[in-house]
């Protein structure tokens, strides 16, 4: 089961019981709580922690909020007899960083990654029509083999510190759902679908796998309405939908997916999702879905919000989608991390495209020296094998877990590495092959690139299928009345993008001003909320001069919380959005823009 990344359902067959609420916590700064037999007695005087949410902003004291180490949460699930026969686990929507779990005192599993699901088989310690006690050591440490990358460093009176090299805040704890699952011995294990189209109708090719060999597969397909549309048998086959209803850009239509079991003729599992029928291709510079050319409109957003810090909340989510439906996007990046799983199924629905993004953020030593760190190539370091194993561990997971959504755009395997020496070279060709080989769906791969990562001086332009940009003059350079040499600098790189030999797409992943809500000027000064309208004016001159670009998303869609410092004003500002999800003048600006620019515009 613990490869098993299927979201849970309940049904005959299956059921899903959610633990959400509130758990007992505890810090173990000594690092003793095995030791204490803390996973067979359970937390000694412990607080209690709602779950979802990151414990940091509940605190008052500080060195609570930027507690670093070890840490433990704890609860009594009850199991009922009804589930006996049936394999029980639990499942982990997101746990930072890196997870121990217990159950009945036996330690069941570790895991490494907080932004990705993981299942726990319980079956062999769980006691039925009674209390189990499921202990969870958790530890939120930054390390540089490890993904976010970073350190963590230790302070004179002997606390912990964790030194992102990255631009949010650490956000820490059981991050998203956990679950009770109990489902058949006999089950779907997973599946995958892909569509091919004709003139008249789609070819949607399924693979599924089971747990055991026996089982009979029968697969049909609904539509909307309920009929059935297609039927297959057998662990692999194609279904043939006449006339189908494509998914489509801010257009989406989905089928249901029902994969039955039968042993003997008796039915033993079924599981139903929802998914897309349509292709992906990039085309020269153009991206395709369905053959038509889409021009990416949206935004680099984060998950985070006040008080539950990086939990999942499905009402921030759905404020988030109803503000980038006003907004007129049709896109975003799951930047830096793969989300919580509602989040492809709300984009499923809204015919949204996902660039679904890994949390391979922080490769790179100028982000650690500016932090105090050393000044060579991030990919010289000794740690590098230890990353790439984690590195596509975590690939392997989000691909495996999100290659049905039919919203999934693109895969992102690292955001602003360091390129330009030329140790990253077999690294990256390892990474772009190894993933090519995960996806049922062949999607694009891409990564974004720095400042420093131009046509110039960037080792690894051949990978990407097509190119990401994340650009800051006017900003970080060139700003204030210095602007107009930002855009000539722009321009001077795109020039050279454009004459020379590379035929893809370029997307405009990232670029802004940080902006103070509230704070006018005329003429304007950065931070001021005429600043950023006039950065993002100078920027958009630029993206509708070259034909090759294909998308905007300017950072972010809200303001979201980082470690404090010199160059922040409690957090990143440079959201269209305050933290509360609130306008900037700059949002109206670019909604404006936005209902000029049709999903083929370039076309
Ligand atoms: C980029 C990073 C992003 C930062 C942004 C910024 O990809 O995470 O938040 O810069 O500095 O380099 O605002």
């Not at 410092?565 to 990143?572: E, F, L, S, T, W």
């Amino acid at each position: 089961m613990e490869k098993e990344l299927l979201y849970p359902v309940t049904n005959q067959y299956r059921f899903d019981q959610s633990l959400d609420g509130l758990w007992d916590f505890k810090f173990d700064e000594a690092a003793e709580g095995q030791q204490q037999g803390w996973p067979q007695k359970g937390l000694p005087a412990a607080i209690q922690m709602p779950v979802p949410a990151s414990f940091n902003d509940f605190f008052t004291d500080k060195a609570a909020r930027e507690y670093t180490g070890d840490f433990w949460y704890a609860k009594r699930v009850f199991v009922p007899r009804a589930f006996q026969g049936r394999v029980i686990g639990l499942r982990f929507g997101a746990a930072t960083h890196r997870a121990t779990v217990y159950v009945n005192g036996q330690e069941i599993r570790q895991h490494e990654g907080g932004f990705l699901p993981f299942t726990a088989d319980i079956s062999s310690v769980v006691k039925f029509d009674q209390e189990n006690l499921v202990v969870l050591k958790l530890n939120n440490e930054l390390h540089r083999d490890a993904l976010p990358a970073g350190d963590t460093g230790v302070l004179k009176n002997g606390k912990k510190m964790a030194k992102p090299f990255f631009d949010f805040y650490n956000y820490s704890g059981l991050n998203r759902s956990v679950q009770l699952m109990a489902v058949p011995q006999d089950r779907v294990t997973d599946y995958s679908v892909t569509t091919t189209l004709t003139a008249t109708t789609a070819e949607v090719h399924y693979t599924v796998t089971t747990s055991q060999a026996t089982a009979k597969v029968t697969v049909t397909l609904q539509d909307e309405q309920g009929t059935v549309v297609a039927t297959g048998h057998g662990r692999q086959g194609t279904l043939i939908v006449d006339q189908p209803q494509l998914w489509n850009v801010r257009d989406a239509h989905l089928y249901t997916i029902a994969i039955q079991l039968t042993v003997n003729d008796d039915p033993v599992d079924e599981y139903r999702d929802q998914i897309g029928l349509r292709t992906i291709e990039i085309v020269g510079h153009q991206i395709l879905v369905n053959g038509e050319p889409v021009y990416l409109k949206g935004f680099g957003r984060h998950e985070d919000s006040i008080y539950a810090g990086r939990a999942f909340d499905l009402n921030v989510e759905k404020r988030d989608f109803e503000l980038m439906k006003w907004m007129g996007a049709n896109s975003f990046r799951t930047s830096h991390y793969p989300y919580d799983e509602a989040v492809y199924r709300f984009a499923d629905r809204e015919g949204f495209l996902i660039i679904d993004e890994v949390p391979a953020v922080g490769f790179k030593m100028a982000a650690a020296s500016f932090l105090g760190g050393l000044d060579q190539s991030f990919f010289d370091g000794e740690w590098t094998t230890e990353l790439y194993k984690k590195h596509l561990d975590q690939i392997t997971d989000m691909v495996h877990r999100d290659k049905n959504h039919p919203s999934v755009l693109a895969w992102s395997l690292l955001n602003e590495p360091d390129t330009s020496s030329k140790s990253a070279v077999p690294y990256f060709e390892k990474l772009f092959a190894d993933t090519q080989a995960l996806d049922p769906d062949q999607r694009p791969r891409t990564f974004t690139l720095n400042e420093d990562d131009t046509f110039d001086t960037s080792y690894c332009k051949q990978f990407p299928d097509f190119y990401l940009l994340n650009r800051y003059p006017g900003w970080y350079h060139k700003w204030g009345y210095e602007i107009s040499d930002g855009e000539a600098g722009l321009r001077a790189e795109l020039d050279k993008w454009q004459a020379s030999e590379i035929d893809k797409p370029v997307v405009f992943s990232e670029y802004g001003a940080d902006t103070q809500p509230g704070l006018h000027k005329l003429p304007s000064v950065m931070w001021s909320e005429e600043y950023q309208i006039e950065l993002l004016q100078m920027f958009n001159r630029v993206f509708d001069s070259y034909d090759f670009i294909r998308g905007e998303q300017p950072w972010n869609l809200a303001d979201f919380q980082t470690v404090e410092g010199n160059m922040r004003v409690n957090g990143n500002k440079k959201g269209l959005f305050t933290r509360d999800r609130q306008p900037k003048e700059a949002a109206f600006y670019l909604r404006k823009r936005w209902a000029g620019i049709d999903n083929n515009f370039k076309n």
